[in-house]
Structures are given as structure tokens and as C-alpha cells.
């Protein structure tokens, strides 16, 4: 299924994304950080976006902008939430967006088998157990009830992001610029309105790595955007939100983090689910 090859793709840029984030936010700053990613991406897609001609379709490029709004607010919620607890707790709980992505798309008359639900619980499961299982914080560490409002938030920013991006994808890649320029705008004003400090001793400014992090998330970004053309556009939503799973492989191939056999059993899961959506 195609709309899964799309969500796969995204999850490998979004999972090089946030292995780079811990790069980046000690010596930048969580907003300028987002900040110039989103910017970099935006200057990326450009030329390719003006290649194809102005839109055409008005609505489906306010949608996607519509979506940038949620992805900034979904963005930001995320880091608060992680700020706040620890990621037992805050990561099943934004990892299960798919379940949101699945119900818009009921509500909209897409057909969900039962074997389909069940695979998607099984990748949202999968997803939460693999990040909870590697955490060694202390489950009673920070404000459970403010950080479970910021996971929740975050989760049904992705759904929306998804769904609202994927509603739009008559605006070809137009959309996915729409939908940074959003987000530009709030966490360009967000930047402005905090001020926030640049970290002292950050050493000198990771342009390289933010430029490259601003392309894998324009390309995973467009990637969900554009499955909103073919069937089960969900699916792609599925699927990326494996992005979790991908960073901690990545963090164990590169970065030699320890890997639990327990987590293993967890990544088995998320793939078992996908395989089944894929011949469902």
C-alpha cells in the first residue's frame, strides 16, 4: 500500500530529525531551533513548489495552513510535554495519535476492518512500549496532570496536522509550504514574544545540521501531505508515527545506545502491525 511506503519514508526523516535534536537544543534553544528547521524547509520546497505554478484550489491550500497551525501547536506541546514528565508517561500518550487519524477518517466514511484497527493498535502499542521500556526516569518525576495535557494536546495536533494536510493535498506541494509558513508565523512570534535566551556556552551555531534537519522534516511533511491522494491516506499517518521507533534505532546503530531485549520485542510489534495493514 502506498500510502504506508509514504508514512515509512516520512518516519526515517523525522526519526533523523529528532536524533539531531539533542544536538541542537542544548546550544540553540528549543524555539529558534524549530524556528530555523521550519524556515530551512521552507526555502528547500520553495523552488520546487513554484516549478508547478501557483495553486489552484484556495480551500486546499487554506487547509494546509491549517495544518501548519496544528503542527506548531502540536510541536510545542511535545517538547513541554517531555520538559515536564518523564517519557513513560508522556510518550504511549503521543504516540497514539494514529487512533485519532483513524477516527477522523471513520467520520468521514472510510471503511476500518477489524483487522485494520487491530493492526494499528498494535503499531500505537509498539510505538509507546519501545519509547516507556527505554526510559529510566522515575515514573513519579514532574507534573503528571500538566504533562499529560501537553501529550494529549500533542497528539491530537499530529491527528489534526494529518488530517487537515492531507484534506488539502489538491495543493501538490504548495500545501506543505502553506503549512510552514503557518508555522513559521507562531513560532516566529512565539520567539519574539518569549525571548528566549540562546543557551550560554552553546559553541557556534549548527547551521549545517539544522539545514538537513529542515529538509528531512519538509520531506516528511510533504510525504504524509501528499497521501491525502491515494486510498487510506490514514495509513501514511499510521506509519509515520513510527518516527519514535526509528529515532531510538537510529540512537542504538549510531550513537551505541543501549537497546533492551524487552524493546526489541516492542519494535517486533510496531513492524508486525505494519506488515498487516500492508496485506489487510
Not at 539531531?20 to 540553540?28: A, E, L, M, Q
Not at 508522556?90 to 484497527?117: C, D, K, N, R, Y
Not at 503528571?144 to 499530529?158: E, I, P, Q
Request: hydrophobic share 60%.
Amino acid at each position: 500500500m502506498l500510502s504506508l511506503g509514504l508514512g515509512l519514508i516520512a518516519a526515517l526523516a523525522w526519526g533523523f530529525h529528532d536524533v539531531s535534536v539533542r544536538f541542537v537544543v542544548g546550544r540553540t534553544g528549543v524555539l529558534r531551533s524549530f524556528g530555523v528547521v521550519l524556515a530551512a524547509g521552507l526555502i528547500l520546497l520553495l523552488p520546487f513548489a513554484a516549478t508547478g505554478g501557483l495553486p489552484s484550489d484556495p480551500r486546499a491550500l487554506g487547509l494546509s495552513a491549517l495544518g501548519g497551525l496544528s503542527y506548531a501547536g502540536a510541536g510545542y506541546a511535545l517538547f513541554r510535554a517531555f520538559e515536564i514528565g518523564p517519557v513513560r508517561l508522556v510518550a504511549p500518550v503521543i504516540g497514539a495519535f494514529p487512533i485519532l487519524s483513524i477516527a477522523f477518517a471513520a467520520m468521514q466514511g472510510q471503511s476500518v476492518s477489524a483487522t485494520q484497527l487491530l493492526a494499528v493498535l498494535a503499531v500505537v502499542a509498539g510505538v509507546g512500549l519501545c519509547a516507556a521500556l527505554g526510559d529510566t526516569e522515575g515514573a513519579g518525576q514532574g507534573d503528571r496532570r500538566r504533562a499529560l495535557s501537553w501529550s494529549l494536546a500533542a497528539a491530537v495536533g499530529f491527528a489534526a496536522t494529518f488530517a487537515l494536510g492531507q484534506a488539502g493535498a489538491a495543493a501538490g506541494l504548495w500545501g506543505p509550504v502553506a503549512a510552514r509558513i503557518a508555522a513559521l508565523c507562531v513560532i516566529g512570534g512565539a520567539l519574539a514574544i518569549t525571548r528566549e535566551p540562546r543557551p550560554a556556552n552553546g559553541g557556534p551555531f549548527p547551521w549545517g545540521l539544522l539545514i538537513l534537519m529542515g529538509a528531512a522534516d519538509a520531506l516528511a511533511m510533504t510525504l504524509t501531505y501528499s497521501a491525502g491522494r491515494l486510498p487510506s491516506p490514514e495509513f501514511a499517518a499510521v506509519a509515520a508515527s513510527c518516527f519514535g521507533v526509528v529515532t531510538i534505532l537510529l540512537a542504538w546503530a549510531f550513537l551505541k545506545e543501549a537497546m533492551r531485549p524487552s524493546q526489541w520485542l516492542a519494535v517486533g510489534l510496531v513492524f508486525a502491525g505494519i506488515g498487516t495493514l500492508a496485506v489487510a
